[in-house]
């Protein structure tokens, strides 16, 4: 099938955890192997140079403060102001903000983004808007598991986005610009967790969010030890993307946390951390240095 639409994907890390490797890579398969260095990552998603209209899309957008869910601070923050520099980009330039989900990692600051529409699956936010009314103690934040990947203050913020209009709940499968799509993956990683398949001249392309966290999980169908939705539609999902990019492909997938991103793409170092060059349209410069 010939391409109508495409697209330039750059992915940045952001940021530098490190955490039990069978969080991220299954238990018991990863069990009893130490600590890994994981990255924060989002991506941009820039329509072809000689598109009639010029979108530029970010998926996930990162965290203000750099608390983890163990209380340590993650390491090498770069907030994005810096980050996009690095391929050319400002906050301001961006139209379309898609979350995969409402973790803090991935949803946090949103704000930075002043001209941005956002999107978000209407089942994520509704469902943890639940939880978080029928949590007692909110102070407890993160040492508690329903609430171990959120951030309450944040919810309250996104909920004056959503009540403002910026923030857009869509309702399954959804076609944000030409060419780009935002998957469903209902109780996966999350309630209402969606990935992206971006359309380009070379086939399509997948920004995971945490519907894969590392390429491990979709190489050998094993879903990761931290879940907060259902395994077995996680591992459906890694059926879904496999048939999708191809089983001989899944470099065109973008996990959530893995610093494979940037050996299987060109990359570079800027600043503190990596930026992954995914795919370049027809036209487009490389910003690889």
């Given at each position: 099938?010939i ?5 330039s ?7 530098r955890?490190?955490?039990?490797t069978d969080m991220m890579?299954g238990?018991?398969v990863?069990?009893?192997q130490?600590m890994?260095?994981?990255?924060m990552l989002?991506s ?7 598109a009639?209209e ?9 965290f ?6 163990t209380?340590?601070r ?21 139209d379309?903000?898609?979350?995969t989900?409402?973790?803090f990692d ?7 983004f ?6 978000v699956?209407?089942r ?5 808007q ?7 103690d ?6 508690h598991?329903?609430l171990?990947?959120?951030?309450a203050e ?5 909920g004056?986005?959503?009540?403002d209009g910026r923030?857009?709940?869509l ?8 060419g780009v ?10 309630f209402?967790s969606?990935w992206v398949?971006v ?11 945490d519907c894969?966290?590392?390429y491990?999980?979709i190489?050998r169908?094993?879903?990761?030890g931290?879940?907060?939705?259902n395994?077995?539609?996680l591992?459906a ?12 492909q ?7 946390h893995?610093m494979?991103?940037?050996?299987r793409?060109?990359?570079?170092l ?16 490389s910003?690889a240095?």
């Amino acid at each position: 099938m010939i391409a109508t639409h495409d697209h330039s994907i750059w992915s940045y890390c952001y940021a530098r955890g490190r955490v039990p490797t069978d969080m991220m890579g299954g238990c018991p398969v990863c069990s009893n192997q130490g600590m890994t260095d994981i990255p924060m990552l989002y991506s941009i998603i820039a329509s072809a140079p000689a598109a009639a209209e010029r979108r530029l899309i970010l998926v996930d957008c990162g965290f203000k403060s750099g608390n983890s869910m163990t209380g340590k601070r993650f390491q090498n923050i770069e907030m994005p102001d810096t980050v996009l520099a690095k391929t050319g980009f400002r906050p301001e330039d961006v139209d379309t903000l898609v979350l995969t989900h409402l973790h803090f990692d991935h949803a946090g600051n949103f704000d930075a983004f002043p001209n941005a529409r956002i999107y978000v699956q209407r089942r994520e936010y509704e469902r943890w808007q639940e939880v978080l009314a029928g949590s007692p103690d909110l102070s407890v934040g993160k040492q508690h598991w329903a609430l171990s990947s959120m951030d309450a203050e944040v919810m309250q913020r996104f909920g004056a986005a959503v009540s403002d209009g910026r923030a857009v709940l869509l309702d399954g499968d959804t076609e944000i610009a030409p060419g780009v799509h935002c998957r469903l993956a209902a109780d996966t990683h999350t309630f209402g967790s969606q990935w992206v398949e971006v359309e380009t001249r070379s086939g399509p392309y997948v920004i995971a969010g945490d519907c894969v966290y590392w390429y491990a999980n979709i190489e050998r169908m094993w879903p990761p030890g931290y879940v907060q939705g259902n395994t077995w539609n996680l591992v459906a999902t890694y059926d879904k993307l496999k048939a999708l990019v191809g089983a001989d492909q899944l470099e065109r997938i973008v996990p959530g946390h893995d610093m494979r991103v940037f050996t299987r793409h060109r990359n570079w170092l800027t600043g503190l951390n990596p930026v992954a060059e995914v795919h370049l349209a027809a036209g487009e410069a490389s910003r690889a240095t």
